[in-house]
């Protein structure tokens, strides 16, 4: 069973726009919500994460929002640019646990 | 300096096959992991190693094989290649209990024919 579910699948912003990716998780043992960003030919490379003990995290032009009693968070790209374009994976893991289990992904492209 | 590395890059080869996908890492972590990303860009993990030991072990064919030789390095072999088996498969390395320390190589690209 597909323990987070990612939407989008793929996602087309201007540049300047804001993107905004989704992800929803099953399990309420989860602790711990990352967000990938994977360029083509690229392993994914942590971008941001959150812990359920707050509602928000911002590092730059990067936001996750986190909403406990829906299970559901996402990423906010604000002031998106071309140089952003990438795939990105949402994820998340249980306390004391290593592995890490991925959203489907989302295609995101920026148009200049 | 890479942090982690795999070889190799790119591999095409025929059903059947036995091959081996090699990964380093030189971050000091004590952790190192093998994700299989298939054509739909769907990550999933596969195994996980600390110090050596055998911590993760998803429900995969016992046709693979990870074999740890130090915490420095994971390899994984692959007996009787099938065509579901190309993929890109990611090693990644990470010290035990600090998850925002997971950092992927730049993958493996296998294609069975």
Sequence with gaps: ?112 | DTAVSQTPKYLVTQMGNDKSIKCEQNLGHDTMYWYKQDSKKFLKIMFSYNNKELIINETVPNRFSPKSPDKAHLNLHINSLELGDSAVYFCASSQLGQRDTIYFGEGSWLTVV
Aim: hydrophobic share 35%; proline share 6%; glycine share 8%.
């Design chain 1, 1 to 112: 069973q597909q323990q987070v579910k990612q939407s989008p699948q793929s996602l087309i912003v201007q540049k300047g726009g804001i993107s905004i990716i989704n992800c929803a998780y099953e399990n309420t043992a989860f602790d711990y919500f990352p967000w990938y960003q994977q360029f083509p030919g690229k392993g994914p490379a942590l971008l941001i994460a959150i812990r359920p003990d707050v509602s928000e995290k911002k590092e730059g032009r990067f936001t996750i929002s986190f909403n406990k009693s829906a299970k559901q968070f996402s990423l906010h790209i604000m002031d998106s640019q071309p140089g952003d374009s990438a795939t990105y994976f949402c994820a998340a893991s249980k306390k004391g646990a290593q592995k890490l289990v991925f959203g489907q992904g989302t295609r995101l492209t920026i148009n200049p």
